[in-house]
């Protein structure tokens, strides 16, 4: 068993004993198992799938950073969010607010971070539509 963290700067978003874990990399998805090397690495934006056995939970992440251990997968993304919990009408409304912020004068940090949430809000209404 491994034990997934995921925090971001407002708070944790999951904690679970789970079986295998998969990262969106910067690189191309990767696959955590327990006793896995040590690590540390960038994750880029997209879906971490925490397998528990028969089931799957899925947390969508934009940017952050992944420590991992042979017993604990440890992330810190800019932004994640359980997809069970996904809503597709504020992920619009979110995408519409990042698009309006990118047309003002900002600051280079306060650019990279609008950027990061208009990648996140765009991912949450693919997923989301990704079913039908």
């Known amino acids: 068993m491994l034990k997934l963290e995921i925090v971001t700067p407002t708070g944790q978003v999951y904690a679970q004993d789970v079986d295998m874990v998969t990262l969106p990399g910067t690189e ?4 955590i198992l327990p006793q896995h090397a ?9 879906e971490i799938v925490a397998r528990r056995g028969l089931s799957e939970d ?3 992440v934009t940017g952050g950073c992944a420590e991992v251990t042979a017993e604990r997968v440890a992330i ?3 932004f994640a969010t359980d ?6 009408n504020n992920a619009e409304e979110a995408r519409k607010r990042a698009e309006a912020r990118l ?7 306060e650019t ?3 950027q990061a949430a208009l990648t996140h809000s765009l991912n949450q209404i693919k997923i989301k539509r990704r079913g039908r």
């Open 58 to 60: 899925r947390i969508l």
């Open 28 to 31: 191309g998805e990767m696959g």
């Open 83 to 88: 997809e069970s919990a996904i809503d597709e």
């Open 112 to 114: 990279a971070l609008v």
């Open 103 to 109: 047309q003002e004068k900002l600051s280079p940090e």
């Open 38 to 46: 040590p690590l540390i690495t960038t994750i880029g934006s997209g």
């Open 76 to 78: 810190i993304a800019v």
